[in-house]
Structures are given as structure tokens and as C-alpha cells.
Antibody
Framework: EVQLVESGGGLVKPGGSLRLSCAAS????????MNWVRQAPGKGLEWVSS????????YYADSVKGRFTISRDNAKDSLYLQINSLRAEDTAVYFC???????????????WGQGTLVTVSS | DIQMTQSPSTLSASVGDRVTITCRAS??????LAWYQQKPGKAPRLLIY???TLQSGVPSRFSGRASGTEFTLTINSLQPEDFATYYC?????????FGQGTKVEIK
């Protein structure tokens, strides 16, 4: 059974940093590109970042470019999101999601984690 | 970025109704469109991909259709568990974008 479990969220002051993690199981992690998607309280879904299966290629939404860094460790079946220079508008639940097709970055998302909440407030 | 305009924002319906949600892309995306269902406090669930392909395990009362840059999600015979928020998503480009969501409420 495919499982994605996020962790690392919490309360952080504006300008602060956090590192989110997503532990994957139930599939060959290194075969799939992965993504982060966020959802501000009461709002819709926003794609944040993608990383190719071996980490060669990364992509970011304009709203986070230069502040967020996506990475992965295929030996540990783990995905990460380093978030720096946090702003109030970054407050959201952050989901990790797997693409639905192997060996491609551009695909729908077939499995999602339960999310981890990041709150940016002084 | 490709914009996805979803309508309506809210839809009131009764159990047994047939409901349709529309999503319009700002430019051509072929059939690179997915539909997700989300219930409060839960992760989104994939329903349909490539505009009309039903994800494994999703009931057949859900269907998707494409016509140019307009896409529709239809739920035939709405069930109590279908009351939720639905999102479309284009994956024609690296910058994946979602529609703003449609909340299906009980009338």
C-alpha cells in the first residue's frame, strides 16, 4: 500500500525557516517524481514544487522561487522541502504528492499524504 | 501560467441528483486534466485523469469529458459521500495549476 507521511510543520516567526519531510513507502520511490502542494486555511490547492525521480530537475511556483528548495534522498525514500524567509502568506497545510506515471515530472497526482501544517506568525 | 476557471463555486444538490462541474483552461492543454475530491481535513483524492480516465477504485457514477479548453466532471446519482469540494488541475506544463474549487453542498 502506497503511503506518504509528512512531518516537520509547526509555528514559526516571519523570516524563519523550516524543513518539511515526506516519508514514502509501498512503492519504488526512486521511480517517481514527487511534488509539494499547499493549501492555505479555507482556500484552494496551490502547486508549490516538483522534483524528478533522481533529483536532477526541480521546478517551483513563482510565489516560492528563491525561498523554497525541494530535495530527495532515494536511499531513505524521503522527500524534503526547505522553506526559508517565511511570510504570513506561506501559512498552509503542505501536502506531498506522487505523480501518477513513472519517469515523468508532468503528470497528475495519484497519491497524497495527509499534510503538515505550517503557521507563520509572530 | 495557465489559468483554470472552475464553475460554479458552490453547488447545492440532493441525493440522487446529477451534477456537473465545469473547468475552463486559459489556453490549450490537450487532455492533460485531472479532477480531485477533497473532504474537510483530508487530503485530495484523485478521481479522473487525462480528462476522462477513471482512477482505479473510483465509482463509475463519476465521469469526465473534454471539449477544446472546456472540461466537465459529472456525478450521476449523487450519493451522501459525494458532498465535498472538487478541484480540476491542468498538468500540461511544469507549473501545474488548480481551479479554485467547487463545493457540493446538500440542498
Amino acid at each position: 500500500e502506497v503511503q506518504l507521511v509528512e512531518s516537520g510543520g509547526g509555528l514559526v516567526k516571519p523570516g524563519g525557516s523550516l524543513r518539511l519531510s515526506c516519508a514514502a513507502s509501498g512503492f519504488t520511490f526512486s521511480d517517481y517524481s514527487m511534488n509539494w502542494v499547499r493549501q492555505a486555511p479555507g482556500k484552494g490547492l496551490e502547486w508549490v514544487s516538483s522534483i524528478s525521480s533522481v533529483g536532477t530537475y526541480t521546478y517551483y511556483a513563482d510565489s516560492v522561487k528563491g525561498r523554497f528548495t525541494i530535495s530527495r534522498d532515494n536511499a531513505k525514500d524521503s522527500l524534503y522541502l526547505q522553506i526559508n524567509s517565511l511570510r504570513a502568506e506561506d501559512t498552509a497545510v503542505y501536502f506531498c504528492a506522487r505523480v501518477g506515471r513513472m519517469s515523468t515530472v508532468i503528470s497528475h497526482f495519484d497519491y497524497w499524504g495527509q499534510g503538515t501544517l505550517v503557521t507563520v506568525s509572530s | 501560467d495557465i489559468q483554470m476557471t472552475q464553475s460554479p463555486s458552490t453547488l447545492s444538490a440532493s441525493v440522487g441528483d446529477r451534477v456537473t462541474i465545469t473547468c475552463r483552461a486559459s489556453q490549450t492543454i490537450s487532455t492533460w486534466l485531472a479532477w480531485y475530491q477533497q473532504k474537510p481535513g483530508k487530503a485530495p483524492r484523485l478521481l479522473i485523469y487525462k480528462a476522462s480516465t477513471l482512477q482505479s477504485g473510483v465509482p463509475s457514477r463519476f465521469s469526465g469529458r473534454a471539449s477544446g479548453t472546456e472540461f466537465t466532471l459529472t456525478i450521476n446519482s449523487l450519493q451522501p459521500e459525494d458532498f465535498a469540494t472538487y478541484y480540476c488541475q491542468q498538468y500540461s506544463s511544469y507549473s501545474r495549476t488548480f481551479g479554485q474549487g467547487t463545493k457540493v453542498e446538500i440542498k
